[in-house]
């Protein structure tokens, strides 16, 4: 069966410092994946997708960016943290556009 | 504003059933969905139905479609504490490299009281 992790699990950052969010998904091969961001108002924002190695959208700019090293692993990362990135940050997989699985998230607090 | 428009909040006893409700905009939608998010937790899957049913049943768990209202429905049987969560409804919307986007409602707060 497939497996989606996130790490860490929660991290608490200073401003203007880098970040690194990893998601890596077992049990299927050639996933979509997704990034998101749930901020306290709960709704859930789209910031990146990739359908394949190194191919990377974005969906609205921000401070943040998405690479795509390997065909089960997605990263999310900043070089400068600011306050509005704090938020939780959820992975996602799915088989070639259909049903998006979710990870268990990162609570990441930006001081 | 929102393509998927959800209520933000209801209150039911236990024991009682539980609809939360939501609109879509998207008629080309193939699929419709229900995440439930516990606190501090991910999203997780709870239902979908397909865009020619009306009906869905799971357990508890029953799915109306309204393609002409575009109105989208759950219904928990017997609520019990753990299903006190948010629970999101998700519209599927094809695009032009069949990536699969999902477009989220806010999401409706769901509080079982004893």
């Known amino acids: 069966s497939q497996t989606i992790h996130q790490w860490p699990a929660t991290l608490v950052q200073p401003v203007g410092s880098p970040l690194s969010l990893e998601c890596t998904v077992e049990?299927?091969?050639?996933?979509?994946l997704y990034w998101y961001r749930q901020a306290a108002g709960r709704g859930l924002q789209l910031l990146f997708y990739s359908v394949g190695i190194g191919q990377i959208s974005s969906e609205v700019p921000q401070n943040l960016s998405a690479s795509r090293p390997q065909d089960r692993q997605f990263i999310l990362s900043s070089k400068k943290l600011l306050l509005s990135d704090s938020g939780f940050y959820l992975c996602?997989?799915?088989?070639?556009?259909?049903?998006?699985?979710f990870g268990p998230g990162t609570r990441l607090t930006v001081l | 504003g929102e393509d998927v428009e959800q209520s933000l909040f209801l209150s039911v006893r236990e024991g009682d059933s539980s609809v939360i409700n939501c609109t879509y905009t998207d008629s080309s939608s193939t699929y419709l969905y229900w995440y439930k998010q516990e606190p501090g937790a991910g999203l997780q899957l709870l239902t979908y139905i397909f865009s020619n049913m009306d009906m869905k049943q799971d357990q508890r768990l029953t799915v109306l479609l309204n393609k002409k209202d575009k109105h989208l429905s759950l219904r928990i049987a017997d609520t019990q504490t753990g299903d006190s969560a948010i629970y999101f409804c998700a519209e599927s919307q094809m695009t032009t490299d069949s990536w699969g986007k999902l477009q989220f409602g806010a999401g409706t707060q769901v509080v079982v009281t004893p």
């Open positions: 049990g299927t091969s050639n996933p979509n």
């Open positions: 996602a997989w799915s088989a070639a556009g259909d049903t998006q699985y």
